[in-house]
């Protein structure tokens, strides 16, 4: 444990912090620093980094290389020029990053925060911020600091925070100060109690574990545990309280969530890993291939010697090892523009260009926030067209967290129409209800009027068990209650009450206020039994106003269904109508209710007492137990369908994707029906998929032959259930203790991968972030092919580290996700796009690109090597110097630039409409090693025709080196620019302009470099003179070059000519396919049992305890008393007092 | 109103072709219908040059002749001994058939490397664009020729040096008495290298200019006396000189020696007896190298050159075959069999 030593007392100043052991601790202050570069350092260290490329080491040694007089077969200026401007590119791209790094690190820094500073709050910014600074919260700031919660201007030093952040959670949390802190401080709240504070702080080193925190509390002689709850982490945001008090005890890198980061992670592509051993590749056969030259060079040149009595007339060392090993280095230069300097900054030039239209394309704009797409790392864009594997968060990606009550079903009648969009439900006439603020989203006039004329007592009862049963908490706003609420699904269920007259105005330990229709009652709470993910369902017992108790239950139906009377009403019309709403993809909820005789509660109440008051381990099943009596004998009264609202566009793109090959898992830290349900509506799962869970995957997986069984099991399965359906689906359901499982069984990975495959989705459920890191570890392990994981929140950073290609979504907040992200979109069908129509042309034009670049770089360099048959191994090179220099950069960059930007096979529409199109970069069809080898090989052809061509011309004839060497040169040009317009399937006016210039550029350039002008001015680096001259005039070169041209492309126009042939017939089918657009809605067959209940609560336990302690509950409720007094009915004083003074009073437990 | 709105959609990228990729383009759609006729267009293309430049090639009359001396029987043989100085030898031939003019004669040097590279480096393009800076000092490249007892070697280097330094002199034999074919050797290096890339310095005389330099070791006379004669034609701007130091490609080649376009034989080399009398001075069996001479006229395609001809027959054809395969592959997936 590091011990913080925390001095407050009498330090006229701010209170100084004092390090008592500082292992672990690095770091003080709270400055954020994720920028590398000074201007000092600038030059030095992206020199040093981009030497550490090995492309960039090779030239650097080549231009050493060239400055060697006795061995420089082209001079140095030739590589060094490519090579300072490839540098300062990338130099100046890594400035232009590191100053946008820091100039966000700045916008955090000096986010505002208040700092007690000599008996006051001064206004500071979150880079002043140190360890032992006490530090007041705004309401709804974020948190600066990992803080310890002194005390808050709400009762019980309660205050409430947004988590969403950091685990993606969006219900608010409970944090709550010690008493002891909390009895000291807010005696008289003021800055002085605070400055007075001089606690001892223990706590342990910093670490990343969000959920756990240790420490110990010595103040005034007094020590107290600390744990979790009294902790106020980094980005987490404060809401529903004025004012909290902390003092920070981590800073900076040692808070939780920047623990949590994780380590940046360079992340490459697999095309360019592919290509990089290529080039590996490339390198070692160009040393080989010296080493065969030198060595024939040695030969050659002992021959020589032997032959040559009398002064050699060539010039030879006196030492053919020494010859051979001149020649050796020789031709390594020589060969060097084999190995593609432009190739790496060109690379990255295609990257931005591609990331630039993922922003500006206009289909991924939202435009209610103003946001277009954002590629974040500009390195990855091909590996969008590769992807395998979709990995996604739930909440915020897959759905809205947004709970809309759509439907329900009242004695045997369904209300409401799921058929109709949410957003054009008929809004009805709510305008006598002075509560109603909107958001109900079912048109129910019916329900109204019974309601209303107080025909139905059941419908009445049903709204009465949806105010009463909840464990919601109500602020008062603006003369309304604003409610807050655990879970979603409660908020918008006591939401509908509300909408439909039946408000719950306000909570007490004892009592809930409800105003019924306009009327106020007040029902006192006897008991609540709360919703854990055991039991499914929760109660209330009650005390109506007018007396007789009652239980109102709800929960999931399979828990209530069981606990009914018998022959309830009503049960096989609501049990029609949870299927319904099942294939409706709704979530239900079954609601019930039973009078409870006043002397059983007593019964029951005095063993719920003493069962309580046990301190054993028995404790739980007897209270468990209890909980079950009390729930029997129900009345079903109806059923609740909500909608969780999935983002727009969501079953599409999941079906699109399936279509593309995708395999979409889900990995969510919700509940297993939560997310089966979700995966249900979005289209993940059909009705005729198969789940399987652990219990039966660890079978499978334990068997000798996981396979065999597994595809038993699905086979016999599918028989049982649908004989017709021949594609047998299955899915998996996993929670997190069971994924824990395969981290001790390791060799289960592999098999488990291996079953996944075949499976139609994977769902992952309360899996921590660490988990869902795993995961993706682990498909990344097992499969060779692309993950990538979508998410929103902080709890999804680590996997959107963990995947070849992270997406952070950008939610109301954004946030940590996307700042980790590589890409940034603003809606989950965006993805459509981003894989199926950028990631896809990326992958091609990159494709495209790294093959022509490796063919046209190899291509016309290996033609020394046969040169070196013809001229005694001598490194002599074929070309002009300039042409050389010029070739790569000039001659045929801009054309192959031009596919690499804007090259389309299929436009885009297209690209969406046949998503099978995609599985063509999954399957690597076109960056595969064979296929870039098959391209190295026709570079090698095309060397040897570009050579031998010429060679055969101009055998024993009056010809010299110069000419040979101009059409040789020409040749290469011609047959880059063949290939280029063999490859562009896309003419932009800006591609036919490219090739053009290109063509154009290299007699232009060709006629310069061997001018006069040039010749007087440098007669040595100019020397060829009055070549182009002749030669651009001579029938014999440009017949010799248009052979060697055409030959040189001949196998590839012989196989375009074959592709076209034989594809006619297969495109004509692909076009042919008529296609439907993706419905939305299932087609769930009839006959399919598929009720999803479920509801949806944070994990662990619910906030029941803290309502029935009471400790929750305060009187922001000034308006209160005189709603209540003004009502019609008489109410109860004991609850009006309890509302006015809670705070001092209901504090007891 | 538009105003605001624009400013609260700052970050909408632009709605333009080019920022949504939908540029206008061409897409050429290809088929079967274009490939297979494309090919056999491209094909017959081929073949229709072949056949022209094979025909051209075939009409174009050569008279090559091997002087290396090599076997005993040659009449050169008795020059092949390295000790011999001045030798001179003979070689008669015939000619059938008039060759028409203008008629090349070309010196030929097989096995011969003239584009390794350390010989191709080693000469100075400052000194033989008449810089007097380097005719003191010659260029590092010139190694191991640049100096010759500390004193300098002008024209320095090893293409230098090796300057091909056989002569010829033709005569036609009529009724025994020899008659001189008169040789035009003007204009036989490229008008570049005579006029801008070697420049004799401007010193006059010439012989000044090349004080205190020595002649490079091969050679039998300085530079300034290549062709005392005439002025324009001697030193640096000598035309067998500048033919020399044009480097071969390869090590089989020819350079041009003299035309054959004065007097008598405007029209061409009669058919008759010829002596063609050889100043044999430069060394070639010591590497197996041979010598030859070769009488050529030409055509628009320059020399004899039946390679080019046959080649572009050869691919031709290739495209037609091509093409045919094509077509059989095409009909097969056109029409394929039933079921």
């Given amino acids: 444990m590091t011990r913080l030593h925390h001095l407050a007392a009498s330090a006229p100043q701010r209170p100084q912090t004092e390090l008592a052991n500082d292992a672990g601790l690095t770091q003080t202050d709270n400055v954020l620093r994720s920028h590398k570069y000074s201007p000092l350092t600038f030059l030095p260290l992206t020199l040093f980094e981009q030497f550490q490329r090995v492309a960039n080491l090779y030239f650097l040694l080549m231009v050493v290389l060239q400055c060697v007089p006795a061995i420089s077969a082209i001079p140095w200026y030739i590589t060094i020029i490519p090579l300072t401007i490839v540098l300062s590119v990338r130099g100046v791209k890594d400035l232009a990053n590191d100053m946008a790094r820091r100039r966000s690190d700045a916008k955090i820094n000096s986010r505002p925060c208040d700092v007690l500073i000599s008996q006051r709050f001064n206004k500071g910014q979150w880079r002043d911020l140190h360890v032992g600074d006490v530090v007041r919260i705004h309401k ?13 201007s709400e009762p019980h030093s309660l205050c409430y925070v947004e988590t969403a952040d950091i685990d993606g959670e969006t219900n608010l949390k409970f944090r709550q100060a010690l008493s002891a802190t909390h009895d000291e401080l807010t005696s008289q ?11 001892v ?12 925190f240790r420490g110990q509390l010595h103040w005034r002689g007094e020590s107290s545990l600390l744990e979790n709850e009294h902790v106020l982490l980094r980005g987490t945001v404060l809401r529903n309280t004025e004012f909290a008090y902390g003092v920070a005890i981590y800073t900076g ?34 040393l080989l291939t010296a080493l065969f030259l030198a060595i024939g060079a040695g030969v050659f040149s002992s021959w020589v010697m032997s032959h040559t009595e009398d002064a050699s007339l060539l010039v030879v060392d006196d030492n053919p090892a020494y010859t051979g090993f001149l020649i050796f280095w020789s031709y390594i230069i020589l060969l060097s523009p084999a190995m593609p300097i432009a190739l790496y900054i060109s690379f990255e030039v295609i990257h931005s260009v591609h990331s630039l239209f993922i922003g500006w394309d206009m289909d991924m704009y939202w435009q209610p926030a103003d946001r277009p797409a954002q590629a974040r790392n500009t390195s990855l864009n091909e590996e969008l067209g590769q992807v395998g594997y979709l990995l996604s968060d739930k909440t915020g990606t897959l759905t809205q967290n947004h709970l809309l009550f759509r439907q329900c079903c009242i004695a045997g009648e369904i209300y409401g129409d799921p058929s109709v969009r949410a957003e054009d439900t008929e809004p009805m006439d709510l305008s006598w209800n002075p509560f109603s603020r909107g958001g109900l989203f079912m048109s129910a006039p019916g329900l109204l009027e019974k309601l209303r004329g107080q025909q139905c007592p059941l419908s009445r009862q049903f709204l009465r068990a949806l105010c009463l049963c909840h464990t919601v908490t109500a602020e008062w706003k603006e003369e309304a209650p604003v409610y807050q609420a655990a879970s979603p699904d409660e908020e918008a269920l006591v939401g509908a009450a509300r909408e439909l007259g039946w408000v719950f105005l306000s909570r007490t330990r004892d009592f809930i206020v ?19 993910s055991k039991r499914r369902r929760m109660s209330v017992l009650v005390r109506e106003p007018e007396g007789g108790l009652k239980l109102y239950c709800k929960g999931a139906d399979i828990v209530i269904l069981e606990r009914l009377q018998k022959d309830s009403p009503y049960q096989e019309e609501i049990e029609r109508a949870l299927e319904l709403f ?19 509660w007593e019964l029951w109440s005095k063993t719920q007492a003493q069962a309580a008051a046990m301190a054993t381990v028995d404790r739980d099943t007897l209270l468990e137990k209890l909980h079950d009596q009390m729930e029997r004998e129900l009345q079903l009264i109806g059923v609740t369908a909500i909608e969780d609202r999935l983002q727009e566009g969501v079953p599409e793109t999941i079906a699109l994707l399936q279509q593309a090959g995708l395999k979409v898992w889900v990995l969510t830290g919700d509940k297993k029906e939560t997310a089966v349900n979700i995966g249900y509506s979005c289209k993940l799962l059909d009705a005729e998929t198969r789940l399987v869970e652990w219990q039966e995957l660890r079978q499978i997986l334990q068997s000798p032959d996981p396979e065999v069984i597994f595809f038993k099991a699905r086979q016999t399965e599918l028989w049982a259930v649908d004989k017709q359906s021949a594609g047998a689906k299955t899915a998996v359901v996993l929670t997190g203790p069971e994924l824990a499982e395969f981290e001790q069984r390791p060799e289960w990975g592999a098999s488990f991968m291996s079953l996944a495959e075949q499976c139609q989705s994977v769902l992952c459920c309360r899996v921590t972030p660490g988990q869902k890191a795993d995961i993706i570890t682990l498909v990344r392990k097992h499969t060779r092919a692309v993950t990538m994981s979508i998410g929103d929140g902080a709890n999804d950073v680590n996997m959107i580290k963990t995947a070849h290609v992270g997406v952070g979504l950008e939610g109301v907040e954004g946030g940590q996700a996307v700042q980790n ?13 981003l894989l199926l129509v950028h990631g896809r042309w990326s992958y091609r034009r990159i494709s495209f690109f790294l093959l022509y670049f490796l063919f046209k770089t190899c291509g016309f360099a290996l033609v020394h090597i046969w040169f070196g048959f013809f001229n005694g191994f001598s490194a002599q090179s074929l070309y002009e110097n300039w042409f050389i220099a010029f070739y790569t950069v000039f001659y045929t960059a801009a054309p192959i630039m031009c596919v690499a930007f804007f090259e389309q096979d299929v436009n885009a529409d297209s690209s969406l409409r046949w998503p099978e199109l995609y599985k063509s970069g999954q399957r690597q069809e076109l960056s595969s090693p064979l296929v870039l080898c098959s391209s190295l090989l026709y570079a090698v052809y095309t060397s040897l025709v570009l050579f031998f061509i010429p060679l055969g011309v101009y055998y024993d004839t009056a010809y010299d080196y110069q000419t040979m060497a101009v059409t040789v040169a020409m040749a290469a040009t011609f047959t880059a620019t063949v290939e280029i317009a063999l490859l562009t399937r896309y003419w932009t006016k800006f591609n036919v302009a490219a090739v053009c210039v290109s063509v154009v550029l290299f007699f232009i350039s060709t006629r310069i470099s061997q001018s006069t002008f040039l010749f007087q001015k440098s007669p040595v680096d100019y020397f060829f003179i009055g070549v182009s001259d002749k030669a651009f005039i001579d029938p014999l070169v440009w017949l010799a070059a248009l052979l060697a041209t055409w030959t040189a492309v001949l196998p590839s126009v012989t196989a375009l000519a074959l592709n076209v042939i034989l594809t006619v017939h297969d495109k004509h089918k692909v076009h042919s396919v008529s296609r439907q657009p993706v419905e939305l809605r299932s087609k769930l067959k009839r006959g399919t049992s598929l009720r999803r209940s479920s509801y949806a609560l944070s994990q662990g336990a619910g906030p029941g305890r803290l309502i029935t302690s009471g400790t929750c509950i305060h009187s922001t409720v000034p308006t209160l008393d005189e709603k209540v007094a003004s009502s019609n009915y008489p109410t109860d004083s004991r609850g009006q007092i309890h509302i006015k003074t809670n705070n001092h009073v209901t504090n007891g437990t | 109103m538009v105003k605001q709105e624009e400013q609260l959609l700052a970050d909408r990228p632009d709605n333009t072709a080019f920022t949504q990729q939908r540029l206008p383009a061409w897409q050429p759609m290809l088929s079967a219908g274009i490939v297979i006729p494309g090919f056999v267009l491209i094909g017959l293309a081929f073949i229709g040059i072949g056949v022209a430049l094979f025909v051209t090639s075939q009409s174009i009359q050569v008279l090559e002749m091997d002087y290396t001396g090599r076997e005993t029987t040659s009449g050169c043989f008795k020059c092949t001994d390295p000790d011999t100085k001045n030798c001179v030898c003979q070689l008669d031939f015939d000619i059938d058939t008039l060759i028409k003019g203008p008629v090349f004669f070309y010196y030929g040097l097989s096995n011969y490397f003239q584009n390794y590279r350390r010989y191709g480096v080693s000469k100075d393009d400052t000194q033989l664009s008449g810089d007097l800076d380097n005719f003191i000092n010659p260029s590092d490249t010139c190694s191991p020729y640049d100096t010759d007892n500390d004193k300098p070697i002008v024209p320095c280097g090893s293409i230098a040096n090796s300057m091909f330094n056989d002569t010829f002199v033709l005569h036609q034999l009529i009724n025994g008495t020899k008659k001189l074919v008169p040789f035009d050797g003007k204009g036989i290096a490229w008008w570049t290298d005579y006029n801008v890339k070697y420049r004799n310095p401007g010193v006059k005389p010439l012989k000044d200019a090349f004080k205190d330099t020595v002649k490079p070791p091969f050679w039998p006379k300085p530079a300034y006396e290549l062709d005392p004669s005439d002025p324009n034609n001697n030193g640096f701007i000598n035309q067998d000189f500048l033919v020399w130091m044009r480097r071969a490609a390869l090590s089989d080649f020819r350079k041009l020696y003299r035309r054959i376009a004065r007097g008598d034989y405007t029209q061409g080399l009669p058919a008759g007896n010829y002596s063609l009398e050889i100043h044999y001075n430069y060394p070639v069996l010591s590497f197996n190298g041979r010598k030859k001479v070769v009488f050529s006229n030409v055509s628009w395609m320059g020399g004899q050159n039946e390679f080019l001809g046959i080649a572009y027959l050869v691919v031709g054809s290739m495209c037609i075959i091509m093409s045919i395969v094509m077509l059989i592959v095409y009909a097969k997936f056109k029409f394929p069999e039933e079921d």
Avoid: H, W
């Fill in chain 1, 140 to 152: 709804d700031q974020v948190i600066p600091a990992d803080l310890l919660l002194l005390c808050s």
């Fill in chain 1, 253 to 286: 890198a040692d808070t939780k969530i920047m623990r949590n980061c994780g380590k940046l992670r360079v992340k490459r592509t697999r095309t360019e890993r592919v290509f990089n051993r290529v080039v590996i590749g490339i390198v070692l056969c160009v």
């Fill in chain 1, 821 to 833: 992200a590589d890409f940034a979109l603003s809606q989950f069908r965006f993805l459509q796009r």
């Fill in chain 1, 201 to 212: 702080v223990f706590c342990e080193e910093p670490n990343n574990r969000l959920y756990v």
């Fill in chain 1, 189 to 199: 709240p003021s800055e002085e109690t605070l400055a007075a504070f001089n606690g």
């Fill in chain 1, 514 to 532: 409800v105003s019924e229709l306009g009327v106020t009652r007040q029902y006192q709470l006897l008991a609540l039994l709360d919703f854990t």
């Fill in chain 1, 582 to 600: 099942a294939q409706a993809c709704l979530r239900t909820l079954c609601i019930a209710v039973r009078s409870v005789p006043e002397e059983s």
